[in-house]
DNA sequence: AATGAATGAGCCTTCATTCAT
DNA sequence: GATGAATGAAGGCTCATTCAT
């Protein structure tokens, strides 16, 4: 019975329907991935009667899509400068750019729903990686492109300065793409922030040295 | 009419049903994941009956298991030296092991389902990933790091060796996990073999001189 | 057609889908036992969808498990003391138990779902056995017990009170064990409510005659 | 290795292939039904091929009947007059009949796959059944009413006499039955060959006082 | 004479969706 | 505006049976 009187305050002091809704169905999509995400968990875990997506989102396709949105939006209002004033050096920028990078898809040192769910869409595209590309990632990607060719210099290539972008990003990701792999060649405790610390650190160290040393392997390798 | 035409030739040339059985079920698994693969699609595919799985491998996850071991084979059949002798340079074994880990991966430039499978198994793991860790992918770790190692010198902790590994697979990996993405970012045709050793090119050079100048970067960021 | 019809009148006349579903599936167990019965042989039965069943009980196991709580709600709503006033004498409780318990069984002459569900939990048993042994058959048993004491006498051991009892109750449910065997050995007309009557008027008598005239027997064979 | 080799050994020293169907048939059958029996488990426990039912009997139906038959014949072979001589009296004949009745449905204290399949035919009778009853039920039943015939007295009708056989029977038949509501009931440790002759004790004990002092019952009931 | 591979029908269950209120 | 009941299309799996050797 307490449980029930509990679940009716829930939802009537709670966020309203739709918002529970996609708070629910952005934690089981980024779990279970699209199709394996089933509308019954979704409106359990908000909450709502089984029709409710249906009523409120028109069918599952739709749900998710509001979803990417809403997971976007979400991002856009947490994003900061990292506390750089205007003049900071290149290298600082991208330092920066690093630790918002791995802070943004992690929250309290396990992947957020927001960030596992953009690893979902990159390796299992939907028909909403093009308006998540074109709203969320390039805008990142451009600025990132900025940061690399200021660090190389001006001579560099575009298609060099996409490459080097690639090689940071990557790096980054890694750490959240093969998570699993990762705890089974290296045992180790749970990832915390202190590690994130470290670990953009590294990224930032290793980029940094490779960018600013560009023409010493130009010279033997090309 | 062609449909029909090439399955019987498929199933009177063929290789006997279980190991068309495996090639059309890794096929279908890293296209759609363990769960949204469904054993109808892969019969038909192979040309058999819908119970010839149940048949020849028990259920679903069984073959999915066995596919798993028969993809380790095939990576392992294909490996080669890519012609290094044995007094190659670290910096050459290291650009070998680069050129030979994203050829793995891809056939024809887009990733074969040998590779597509085990980035689903970094991001989605089974209970089929403990066994792959350590049969295909830990023996790979211990020779990149070795390299690394040798690149470096000896002075390098084993924390700096396998931050640094992680960096250079991150690297490779990041052309299979974003490919969807990054195709939209940077338009360009299909991927082709030519593309892969471009590819190598740029993440040896970046990795090695991000290695070799490795106490430059410590001076400045410890 | 008149199936179509009777269909559409027993959806808007009759009980809900869950009791509907509940008759239906006490008939078809009954008949094809537990493993043999369909789920759609149950649905159609009941005019509802082949997923009713897991819509309201779960699966087919929650669903027989009901079935069986059902009949016992059943045969108790129609359990009566077959107007015995309170100072009968022991034989003709004995009698009126005898005729009670054929009639809970049979219905126009012929085992009732009930009745028969419950003999093929006795030859069959389930995991449904265990309650349905303490909430249906051990009160019905310790009051045969009582009743055979009394007959006796006090003298009786309690070994010799339930032998007795499994002797009158054997005789009563060979006739619907056995009821395929008997119509071939005695053919004869269907069984009707008359004949119930003879028989347990039959096994009154037999029972009676042994329980009263024990000491002789014992005399005899011990 | 060892299990292969012994069970080339077994198939070659033991009898052929139909006769192990058969047997190893009685007990699936006895088990499961007719319809949960599975041809899988039943061949491997013959050690035959998944073929060999459909090769020897054609199919599934045809296996049963024969094993109903085997049934029949196995117990024809071991049947036996129980040492009793040729002018033994009725009550003797009536206790013989008894045992013998008790003891062929049982085997080691719990019931023999033949006694089993029996039960099973009652309550779930198949086409085997016709031949059943001729073959192996009646002549049992006839040799019962004779006996019954006996101890009642030549005024006894036939109905009567019908109706005692069947009290006879059924006491007899609830111990197989409903084995485990009565172990439910009357925990027990395992039936045992000794438990058998104090059933068949009390039965006889029971039956024969009813059959002798029937005037008195008749009195009081008719 | 006997086998292992292969078949297709049918079962239970799950799921997104729709309906009636 | 919102709900619980109901739907029907698959999906995984099992089974008796047949095929090719």
Redesign the pocket.
């Known amino acids: 019975m307490d449980v029930l009187k509990s679940e009716i305050i829930n939802k009537s002091l709670s966020p309203e329907?739709p918002e529970r809704l996609l708070e629910a169905a952005g934690e089981v999509f980024a779990e279970k991935g699209f199709r394996n995400?089933?509308?019954?968990d979704i409106c359990k875990r908000a909450g709502?009667?089984?029709?409710?997506?249906?009523?409120h989102f028109g069918?599952?396709?739709h749900l998710y899509i509001e979803v990417i949105k809403y997971a976007h939006r979400t991002l856009v209002k947490y994003q900061t400068d990292l506390g750089l004033d205007d003049n900071a050096s290149a290298e600082e920028r991208l330092k920066a750019f690093i630790m918002s990078f791995l802070l943004r898809i992690h929250e309290d040192g396990s992947p957020a729903w927001h960030g596992k769910l953009m690893l979902r869409e990159l390796t299992e595209p939907t028909r909403a990686l093009d308006t998540f590309v074109e709203d969320t990632i390039r805008p990142q990607f451009n600025l990132l492109n900025s940061i690399v060719k200021e660090v190389i210099g001006n001579e560099a290539t575009i298609q060099e300065v996409r490459a080097s972008s690639f090689s940071i990003i990557g790096q980054c990701l890694f750490y959240f793409h093969a998570m699993p792999v990762i705890n089974r060649l290296v045992p180790q405790q749970k990832f915390k922030v202190k590690d994130i610390e470290r670990l953009a650190e590294h990224i930032s160290r290793f980029s940094l040295t490779a960018l600013r040393n560009r023409d010493e392997g130009e010279e033997k390798y090309r």
């Open positions: 329907t995400a089933t509308i019954r709502a009667n089984i029709a409710a997506v249906n009523y069918d599952k396709e």
